[in-house]
């Protein structure tokens, strides 16, 4: 499986907004680059995924490098319910394919 | 609200009880996942079902024993559990037609004394 690196942690200040980087230098052509969040005490939550472009949703934007090899998460005003555990994932879609392999994702803090 | 239910919320069992973790969606998915959280570490997918058939099995030890009589259920049996076999175990559904965007249940937390 491709792998992720992500930093350990970040802080953030209350409605400012936060890049939280990924890197995927291995990804393949046909891998599809998600993201997941786990606040404290739950099970993770979907945020966003995509393939290529840049993608918007009510949650957050990824932003995807033109060569695919890293992304950055934006959540354009942190709030402290964002804070949270982030995972960025690689999926390879097709056939029989369901695993999502999680690391151990950037702790996000944010500060009042 | 996921849509995804897990019961109990939290489980303390003893090394020579059995026990069984549930999972329930109502999403008309057509996979479903058992994970394991331990602290401080990444989450390991156990099992994965489609269509009712186990078509994952990560090399879990056999005291673990998962059943999915239906594509709405999924139910992990466990009989003489370790102490590190507490952990945060987590059941998620899917459509694979959908990226796989997988919803989880809030976990059972297991406590093996």
């Known amino acids: 499986d491709a792998k992720t690196t992500q930093p350990n942690s970040m802080e953030s200040n209350e409605e400012e907004p936060v890049h939280l980087p990924c890197n995927h230098s291995t990804i393949s052509g046909t891998d599809y680059i998600h993201w997941y969040r786990q606040l404290p005490s739950q099970g993770p939550e979907y945020v966003i995924h995509?393939?290529?472009s840049n993608v918007n949703n009510r949650m957050a934007s990824l932003a995807i490098a033109e060569d695919r090899k890293s992304s950055t998460l934006i959540l354009h005003r942190a709030t402290l319910r964002d804070a949270a555990v982030y995972y960025c994932?690689?999926?390879?879609?097709?056939?029989?394919?369901?695993?999502?392999?999680f690391g151990k994702g950037t702790k996000l803090s944010v500060i009042p | 609200e996921t849509g995804v239910t897990q019961t109990p919320r939290h489980l303390v069992m003893g090394m020579t009880n059995k026990k069984s973790l549930k999972c329930e969606q109502h999403?008309?998915?057509?996979?479903m996942y058992w994970y394991k959280q331990s602290a401080k570490k990444p989450l390991e997918l156990m099992f994965v079902?489609?269509?009712?058939?186990?078509?994952e099995n990560n090399s879990v030890p056999s005291r673990f024993s998962p059943e999915c009589p239906n594509s709405s259920h999924l139910f992990l049996h466990l009989h003489t559990l370790q102490p590190e076999d507490s952990a945060l175990y987590l059941c998620?559904?899917?459509?694979?037609?959908?990226?796989?965007?997988?919803?989880f249940g809030a976990g059972t937390r297991l406590s093996v004394l």
């Open positions: 994932i690689l999926f390879r879609s097709g056939a029989g394919s369901y695993q999502l392999t």
């Open positions: 999403l008309g998915h057509n996979a």
């Open positions: 995509g393939l290529t």
């Open positions: 998620a559904s899917s459509d694979p037609d959908r990226k796989n965007i997988q919803y």
């Open positions: 079902y489609s269509l009712e058939e186990r078509v």
